[in-house]
Nanobody, 121 residues
């Protein structure tokens, strides 16, 4: 069983910064990729950043240049540094992982419970 726990959400004024963290724990043999998704009210969940085991990084255009995804492999932790926040960044942010629980299990995906980010003056 793999568990993802996000932290770091909160309320901030436009132009401010927040840093989200996501710790993966449990039975983890290999992490293929870790992502940050977000879901705003009335909208579909969208992927905004990805970092792979090969250190490949992708960003959605909406956050490119403002958000930075990094990871600490030793701690199975992924971070999302969010700068220059805008009101449209208000959403629930979810951590997502693709990987293998054991060397014999099929690949699977896992989700965190989400953390609220509110950008408002």
């Amino acid at each position: 069983q793999v568990h993802l726990v996000e932290s770091g959400g909160g309320s901030v004024q436009p132009g401010g910064s927040l840093r989200l963290s996501c710790v993966a724990s449990g039975s983890i043999f290999m992490i293929v990729a870790m992502d940050w998704y977000r879901q705003a009210p009335g909208k579909e969940r969208e992927r905004i950043a990805r970092i792979t085991s090969g250190h490949s990084i992708e960003y959605d255009d909406s956050v490119k240049g403002r958000f930075t995804i990094t990871k600490d492999n030793a701690k199975n932790t992924v971070f999302l540094q969010m700068n220059s926040l805008k009101s449209e960044d208000t959403a629930v942010y979810y951590c997502h992982m693709m990987g293998y629980a054991t060397d014999r299990s099929p690949g699977d995906e896992y989700w965190g419970q989400g953390t609220q980010v509110t950008v408002s003056s």
